[in-house]
């Protein structure tokens, strides 16, 4: 039988309201409620039994939620590693080591991974990141210094939010 997967809400965050999703080996998704079709997809490509455990997810909504009120700025649960492809997982682990505060562009990333001239597939492997915020995406920026894409709440403006509760600095 194939592991069964817990999902529950995060409401009234700064960000808007969360779904997350999680199994008993940690988080696995974190999605905006309003793009439902994206953590449908997510669930599908997984083809678990799915479902509604809001005490299951309390813990990790705890601690996202404290991020986002700047009251967190590491997260000290695990995260399901299992369910992403080999490419973005290492992709997504060097991308969940860039500090808080701190912003790396896509090639850094993609060097640092030891595939120098991959980063657009880094660029691809942050915009299916079925964590976002946990695994901060958001701290990928171009090497021009600039932000360059992000799918979750309002785009744009919500990666320069969280960079901003962080005290990022950019060029």
């Keep these: 039988m194939k592991q069964e997967l817990f999902l529950g809400d995060l409401k009234h965050t700064p960000v808007g309201d969360l779904r997350l999703v999680v199994s008993d080996l940690g988080l696995v998704a974190v999605e905006w409620a309003a793009a439902q079709p994206e953590l449908d997809r997510i669930l599908r490509r997984l083809a678990r039994p799915v479902r509604e455990d809001q005490g299951r997810v309390a813990p990790y909504a705890e601690q996202v939620f404290q991020y986002l009120t700047a009251q967190r700025r590491e997260f000290n649960f695990a ?13 997504l682990e060097a991308v969940y080591a860039i500090p808080y505060g701190e ?30 915020l946990v695994i901060p995406c958001h701290r990928v920026i171009g090497t021009d210094g600039k932000l360059h894409g992000y799918g979750g709440g309002d785009g744009l403006p919500t990666k320069a939010w969280l960079l901003q509760l962080e005290g990022a600095v950019l060029a």
């Design 79 to 91: 995260i399901d590693w299992s369910v992403l492809r080999p490419f973005q997982r290492t992709v």
């Design 103 to 132: 912003a790396h562009a896509y090639a850094a990333i993609a060097a640092q991974i030891g595939r120098p001239r991959a980063y657009r597939a880094v660029g691809r492997a942050n915009a299916t990141n079925p964590i976002p």
